[in-house]
């Protein structure tokens, strides 16, 4: 997503194939990113798509346990499939890469179930959904449609799709052994520097579904005066003199 570093580090790797979305840093298509990329991957056969946020790594087993458990079966239920994420505790400015001591130390979201082993657990709350590490089969990506590139920036474009997956009557799925590990960096909560698309992205989702996404978040805002609900019109909004990327 406009990020010219990266792009020719990963033309260097074999059977890796990079496809460019320019993109303002401000308003980062995510949803239309990963619709590109699964298109690409889909167009040079890909059965199986497996998605990993920027800022996760995968670990060791976990193309292989999205291998096992996403073969695609016709006519089957879609499933959306997703691993645990751990952690990762910060690097000290001498490390250049994580040790297995700091993999050790990484631990899983307080908010999302570890299976233990490689056991499978069926997740009835669609809600907990999240696309920080996920796949599912071409058949079940060409069935849902992808994500809607109606959202735009940070926020609900996974827990949208959760609400697609709910209505075909697909079921999300816990894969364990498929880890990724979540890099660190600062975040602040709730969000106050993704206000602006968070707002913005609540409401496509409450015109597309009838209620709010990120509810808690916008309760925090508006408790500090960051946004306001008009009940009226049936959306929120940032107060005047509020900056869109406004920092605790």
Avoid: K
């Amino acid at each position: 997503m406009g990020d010219a570093a990266i792009a020719p580090l990963l033309s260097q790797t074999p059977h890796t194939r990079v496809v460019r979305i320019d993109a303002d840093p401000a308003r980062l298509p995510l949803a239309a990113a990963r619709n590109a990329g699964a298109a690409a991957a889909l167009e040079d056969g890909a059965d199986t798509l497996v998605f990993l946020d920027v800022d996760c790594l995968p670990g060791s087993r976990l193309l292989e346990r999205y291998a096992q458990v996403a073969t695609p079966v016709r006519d089957a239920t879609p499933v959306i499939w997703s691993g645990p994420v751990h952690y990762l505790p910060p690097r000290r400015e001498s490390e250049t890469a994580y040790t297995d001591t700091d993999l050790a130390r990484s631990r899983p979201h307080p908010a999302r179930p570890v299976p233990a082993g490689d056991r499978l657990m069926d997740e009835p709350r669609l809600e907990l959904f999240w696309s920080l590490s996920f796949a599912l089969s071409a058949p079940t990506w060409h069935r849902l449609g992808g994500f809607c590139e109606d959202y735009v920036g940070y926020g609900a474009e996974d827990t949208d799709l959760a609400r697609v997956l709910g209505r075909a009557g697909g079921r999300l799925t816990w894969v364990g052994g498929a880890t990724a590990y979540h890099q660190y960096h600062a975040t602040s909560t709730p969000p106050v520097q993704h206000i602006a698309p968070i707002v913005r992205n609540a409401n496509v989702f409450h015109d597309r579904w009838g209620d709010y996404p990120m509810l808690g978040w916008l309760q925090e805002f508006e408790a500090r005066g960051l946004v306001r609900h008009d009940a009226d019109a049936g959306e929120w909004s940032v107060c005047d003199g509020v900056p869109a990327a406004a920092q605790t």
